[in-house]
């Protein structure tokens, strides 16, 4: 069957219903900021966690001013080449006429461009100094701009060999889950957080469960507005797309829930882990985000439950590898995405003509979609683990990476806030005292 | 006046207004299982806030495969019996075209199903063990389903007869409180909860009465999304509808929650219980859920009064019954849930046609609507009392209902999770120091 | 260009696509209360954090209840005057046909009116008594409704001569924020905040950054809500309207957040203060609600950077003149709304003839709409703070208004609400042991 949209976000064909539709889910896709805010601000140490909300609202106000200075032109602009765009820089309708169309789409994407940064401030927490991260915040605006180009530019050259990702599985979690892994990486580990000859490992202890699982809730909900907006409508058969993405949604999480009930009984011997519960959720969601429109509701089941399974192996392969990951976010974002993508040359079926004539693997399409996304995935983590890498290495190179240790012990809410909350007040005290 | 709509959700004539207004809806319902979290997680004992927060994770998991498996089918499915429908398991678009409709409608009812268990959550907390309660969340499905078709479905034999409930007031909340009760009788009260011969009772503390009120603003604002989203749509008529609710939902809990500052001053002495003030909002807002759309914004205040005052009556008939339900569930979602539903009976007029023609008693309706409220409810009172106790009394008979005493003394976040946050961990200890 | 739609909210022409859009922004708009009860509750003393909730509470029960009885019919009733109506008390649609309208304006312009008193909330806070503060509730809802009246009222005397608030930035946040100032005067400061000759001050701690943070990125996504529902629909070219107000909307955020973290990192060396990033973002947010659709992104940068630098400096002035104002109400509500109402007349274009015919400052439009501007944002703080002075000054006067000094040390938990959790319980009856 023809379609009547595109698969990926267009703004020529707007109307009031679909600019309504856009915009109630900005406002959505926006409390995910609120969403990870509080799930890695109940996952770090209780001297860390005003230092960790201090971090993601610098995603949305350096990376927010970057974007519209550059990225959206980088990501969307016109004219363009295959790679980037070059065009729209100071994001500005050029007519009247032109205002909502264009003001719609920037905003839908700006949501996502401070996403992917937020993703990795969880990967970073207890140990990187925060101007460091600032910076951070600002160029991997555009670390995250040419994968988005190269997918969702109509002349982008990942989407004209075929390439999917519905709502960022790969643009916005894969980049920041392969930028997290890197950043943890050439960050190092908190102090003492693995354990060496003849020392004991310190144990860090998540500051409040609750939070962390309110935070959890926050994005579960938000997911949806990430991924059923992603129609970017609801006009002619988007309010369709939208529609089942909303139940693969849901369901891709909830096999991920379940995956992660049952792995944390049979591990912890009847009991449920809280962190398992998170990472099979968040699994189950990041697993499902590229391929949502272009799956049947059993088959996201089983997306989210390997998705979660993956999260869940991953979590202990980075742990054997000495990576310090606080709340979990490169099994999820890196590993979780990957599959995700993957499923779209997998499942994919071209209903409402999403795949541009292809279909995946099972649905009688041969391999081409599947070699395509996992050439876009390896591509987009490639670029996005380089581009970290060269900023991590030269910031550590200029020694303005990494906390000094007395910092780190002390804690960022004290050292970089200033912070002395009731709550943790005596404590500080305590460790000044001990340093003395 | 011959009306343009149904009173009962349907899905044949969904239009791409009205799925953006029923998928916005249905994100906002969602929210709902954040705001009972953090309400139920800030009225239980410290020592049980990760556990009531992972029973909210687990009634959208379980619940929600069990409810695309099965549910949506006894629920919804055709082909049907005037008691249940038989068709449409493991749900899926039957065409492309039908995506929309058919997968609009059943994310809309998987929110309130998974709210309808989320009610027992807060009745059985800090004694009922995790593993029961994951078995709960599976059949409690099937036990919500059943109500939902004989009220909703367009073949269901209380509908037929002109039962009505807008937005569950009945089939939703009366069926939650009801399991409610039922389940907290069974399981007995938590330990030396009420005084005994010679013996002090133990104060059992709300953990944060902050985070409980938050819960509650959280709940109040998505219950909007609950009863104006009801409408199932926007077009024709439908949004007139729903911005009435709009305003008797909010009258009714504006009601209520005068009637809760008013009754604590009272009884108090000029001090403004926070049980009250979360009870009487909370009573406010399930007794207008039945009937919000058929009454006036005055009538609205009335319902809301009174459902808030039943409320609070029917928390202190609980307590001398010696029942223990630490959120104040049973009260609300029971007693108020029995009185909101009999008000459309009372205050219905036939606006839009919504009731078929029937108007309540004081619209010169006569009684015949007020007996069909009462037999419903007492019939689906009955029916979620009976298969809750089955329920429950076959797990007490297998042991595996209630904690054992030292469990329910340290915890279920220590026993259930291994949460040792800073904040409860010295407290652990310290049971587990005096238990050895 | 002629436009054809109206700058000031109107219920006249609404359609199903426009209801939908003001109710999902009403229910966004009702979040507001959530995040104003966090972000108050995470910056005052642990012992006021429940009673600040049951404050934002009665702001919506006292408030709402006289809304719909006679605040409404003040601010848009008909028939009227220019300077109230007198039509419309006990809001009720006069015909079946007429539901649709009449109620989404309702609703809509209620949520606004809670979140005018709410504003008080936080600079009252920690000293005075719930009851009077009730009392403020209900009366407060007149001091609000008249300004509304006057802006927004097709008959208002200040919407007639062109005075311009798009999304109430003077008549919702500039009467709060007069209000407050006026209050917070009155009321006196807290228990030894400032130091007297020969005694130190007491510090005050706030009891969680990170519920405050949490609250602000509440409040952040919430006024989209605000802001962009402001167009009061999406039908003709009001979506095109929303989509604008979304950037600079954000745009004012960000440039008031980046400004804010500069100005910590220079004033604190290096530091970044909390109160800076919230006071900043905050300004930059309110600055610009009254002007966001009539003016472009650049601008809106520009606006919301000094917005946030005023607020920064107004503090200041604030503590020198020993106001005492816990949360930062004042500089942002107050003297950040002043600057966003000028900036209309500086920075106004009249694009889709928002401004009836009117351009500002530098667009061509001379001084006239800069003067009516002018005169509109003095006469409104005029009014308020007189209001305010009146109201607080007769509290004062009947001993009603300030709690004792003991209750204040005891704070409002324990006195006012009974509150004894786990968290404030030692530290009650240190204070209790201390006093005897």
Redesign the interface.
């Given at each position: 069957?023809k379609s009547n949209l595109t698969s990926q976000p267009t703004y020529t064909e707007v109307t009031?219903?679909d600019?309504?539709?856009?915009?109630?889910n900005?406002?959505?896709i926006?409390?995910m900021?609120?969403g990870f805010?509080?799930l890695e601000?109940g996952s770090v140490?209780?001297k860390n966690?005003?230092n960790i909300?201090?971090k993601?609202?610098?995603d949305?106000?350096?990376g927010?001013?970057v974007y519209?200075v550059a990225g959206y032109a980088l990501s969307f602009g016109e004219p363009s080449t295959p790679f980037f765009g070059y065009g729209n820089f100071?994001?500005?309708?050029a007519t009247?006429?032109d205002?909502?169309?264009?003001?719609?789409h920037?905003?839908f994407q700006?949501s996502f461009a401070t996403a992917a940064t937020t993703i990795v401030s969880g990967a970073v927490a207890e140990r990187m100094q925060?101007?460091a991260y600032?910076l951070f915040a600002i160029v991997n605006t555009f670390g995250y701009c040419l994968p988005a180009m190269w997918a969702w530019h109509h002349n982008g050259f990942l989407g004209s060999i075929g390439f999917f990702d519905f709502a960022g599985g790969c643009v916005v979690h894969g980049t920041g889950g392969a930028s997290a892994f890197v950043a943890a990486y050439v960050l190092g580990a908190r102090y003492k957080r693995f354990a060496r000859a003849g020392e004991e490992a310190v144990h860090y202890?998540?500051?409040?469960?609750?939070?962390a699982?309110?935070g959890?809730?926050?994005l579960?909900?938000a997911w949806?507005?990430f991924n059923?907006g992603s129609t970017f409508g609801?006009?002619?058969?988007?309010?369709?797309?939208?529609?089942?993405v909303?139940?693969t949604t849901?369901?891709g999480?909830?096999?991920g829930?379940?995956v992660g009930?049952v792995s944390s009984f049979v591990v912890?011997k009847?009991?449920?882990?809280?962190d398992y519960?998170i990472l099979s959720?968040m699994g189950g969601l990041v697993s499902i985000t590229a391929n949502c429109a272009i799956i049947?509701?059993?088959e996201s089941?089983i997306i989210g439950a390997i998705g979660a399974a993956i999260a869940l192996f991953a979590i202990r392969v980075i742990e054997r590898m000495e990576i310090d990951d606080p709340v979990g976010a490169i099994p999820v974002h890196f590993a979780s995405a990957g599959w995700g993508t993957m499923c779209v040359g997998i499942f994919g079926k071209n209903?409402?003509d999403l795949l541009k004539g292809h279909n995946g693997l099972l649905h009688g399409g041969g391999l081409y979609l599947l070699q395509v996304q996992a050439f876009g995935w390896i591509l987009i983590s490639l670029w996005s683990a380089l581009f970290t890498a060269v900023f991590f290495l030269a910031m550590n190179r200029a020694g303005i990476l990494r906390m000094s240790l007395q910092d780190e012990l002390m804690g960022a809410?004290w050292v970089?806030?200033?912070?002395?909350?009731?709550?943790v007040?005596n404590k500080i005290e305590k460790i000044i005292k001990q340093m003395n």
């Open positions: 069957m009031e219903d600019a309504g539709w856009i915009l109630s900005t406002f959505l926006l409390t900021q609120t805010g509080m601000a140490s209780y966690i005003a909300m201090v993601n609202c610098v949305v106000t350096l927010g001013l519209w100071f994001v500005t309708a009247v006429a205002t909502g169309r264009q003001y719609a920037y905003v700006l925060l101007q600032m202890t998540a500051s409040s469960p609750v939070t699982l309110t959890l809730f926050m579960w909900w949806l507005g059923c609801i006009s002619k058969d988007r309010w369709k797309v939208a529609a089942k909303a139940v849901l369901n999480s909830i096999a829930g379940i009930l912890f009847g009991r449920f882990n809280i519960i959720v049947s509701p059993a089941l209903d409402f809410d970089e806030h200033g912070v002395r909350s009731e709550s007040g």
